[in-house]
C-alpha cells in the first residue's frame, strides 16, 4: 500500500473554513473511493495551526483518482488559499494496525 503524510501549516485564522473543507474530503474518500483505506486529519497539539493529514491508498494510482473526485477538489478549492506552508511525505505501507485494516 501506498501513504503520504501531509503536513499543513495554516495562515492564522483559518481553522475552522479548512476543516469545513477538509473533514467532508476526507469522510467522502474513505467512505466512496475503494482504493482509499484511511484519511486521517491530525490537529497539532503543541502548534496552532499545523495539521496532518495521514493518508493510506492501494497504490499511486488510487492516489490520482483521489484527486479527480469531486469532494478532492471542491476541498482543494477551498483550502489551497488557507495554506501558508505544505510538505508531503511519500512512503509504503509495512504494517498497519488489524482493527483499522479494510475488510478486518
Do not use: W
Not at 479548512?18 to 486529519?41: I, K, Q, T, Y
Not at 495521514?54 to 494510482?61: F, L, R, V
Not at 512512503?91 to 498497519?96: P, Q
Amino acid at each position: 500500500m501506498y501513504c503520504i503524510i501531509v503536513q499543513t501549516r495554516l495562515k492564522p485564522g483559518t481553522r475552522e473554513r479548512f476543516l469545513e473543507a477538509m473533514l467532508p474530503n476526507a469522510e467522502a474518500s474513505v467512505r466512496d473511493e475503494p482504493g482509499c483505506h484511511a484519511f486521517d486529519v491530525i490537529e497539532d497539539r503543541d502548534t496552532p495551526d499545523l495539521f496532518h493529514l495521514y493518508e493510506i491508498y492501494t497504490d499511486q494510482q488510487a492516489l490520482a483518482a483521489h484527486k479527480e473526485t469531486p469532494h478532492y477538489k471542491a476541498s482543494r478549492a477551498v483550502v489551497n488559499e488557507l495554506i501558508a506552508e505544505q510538505q508531503v511525505i511519500r512512503a509504503d505501507v509495512l504494517a498497519t494496525n488489524p482493527q483499522t485494516r479494510p475488510g478486518a
